[in-house]
T-cell receptor, first 114, second 112 residues
Framework: KAGVTQTPRYLIKTRGQQVTLSCSPI?????VSWYQQTPGQGLQFLFE???????NKGNFPGRFSGRQFSNSRSEMNVSTLELGDSALYLC?????????????FGSGTRLTVV | AQSVTQPDIHITVSEGASLELRCNYS??????LFWYVQSPGQGLQLLLK??????LVQGIKGFEAEFKRSQSSFNLRKPSVHWSDAAEYFC??????????FGRGTSLIVHP
């Protein structure tokens, strides 16, 4: 079966711009989580969506937002980009978002802010 | 609160040698524990998980991990490392929150 698909794979944006990243989870998976990965901070949780509702949110500013559609596909948006937003953004899906499920990750979107 | 520590930033082993990657967690009760592997430029792949039962769990790619409650540890092992095992390994814990917290990762270097 198809894995978690993230688009685009690479992005270069200018400070102050906004960006939208997309994630298509594994078919049948209803929970989608987003993580930011940087060398300095490691993997940091952004938010989790389940059945079109944000169920959990990490400690990121309001410039970071997301949504989930009825087909479980998810997007995240970052407005007013800062240099520090340069990172690998990972999307992970699980069937029900339960502790024991574990995640299936996409390959990520590499965002560079210049 | 839940937390996880991977004490080793880098580990270097020779191909064919055994491997043990350390993971220590902090959580009051028995947590859900995971090991993931990340190859360069890729996302993370789940190797194995533990949440109850036999404390020695088998995973994919020949990896196993042992849960030791007394030491709050969940170390990953492999009896014989292959060059293709070179990657970043992440331990994760899900305790009170079902959102897992990831360790900072251990980079495995395999020498021929």
């Amino acid at each position: 079966k198809a894995g978690v698909t993230q688009t685009p794979r690479y992005l270069i944006k200018t400070r102050g711009q906004q960006v939208t990243l997309s994630c298509s989870p594994i078919s049948g998976h209803r929970s989608v989580s987003w993580y930011q990965q940087t060398p300095g901070q490691g993997l940091q949780f952004l938010f989790e969506y389940f059945s079109e509702t944000q169920r959990n949110k990490g400690n990121f500013p309001g410039r970071f937002s997301g949504r989930q559609f009825s087909n479980s596909r998810s997007e995240m948006n970052v407005s007013t980009l800062e240099l520090g937003d340069s990172a690998l953004y990972l999307c992970a899906s699980s069937r029900e978002g339960r502790k024991e499920d574990g995640y299936t990750f996409g390959s990520g979107t590499r965002l560079t802010v210049v | 609160a839940q937390s996880v520590t991977q004490p080793d930033i880098h580990i270097t082993v020779s191909e064919g040698a055994s491997l043990e990657l350390r993971c220590n967690y902090s959580y009051g009760a028995t947590p859900y524990l995971f090991w993931y592997v990340q190859s360069p430029g890729q996302g993370l792949q789940l190797l194995l998980k533990y949440f109850s039962g036999d404390t020695l769990v088998q995973g994919i790619k020949g990896f196993e991990a042992e849960f030791k409650r007394s030491q709050s540890s969940f170390n990953l092992r492999k009896p014989s490392v292959h060059w293709s095992d070179a990657a970043e390994y992440f331990c994760a814990v899900a305790g009170g929150s079902y959102i897992p917290t990831f360790g900072r990762g251990t980079s495995l270097i395999v020498h021929p």
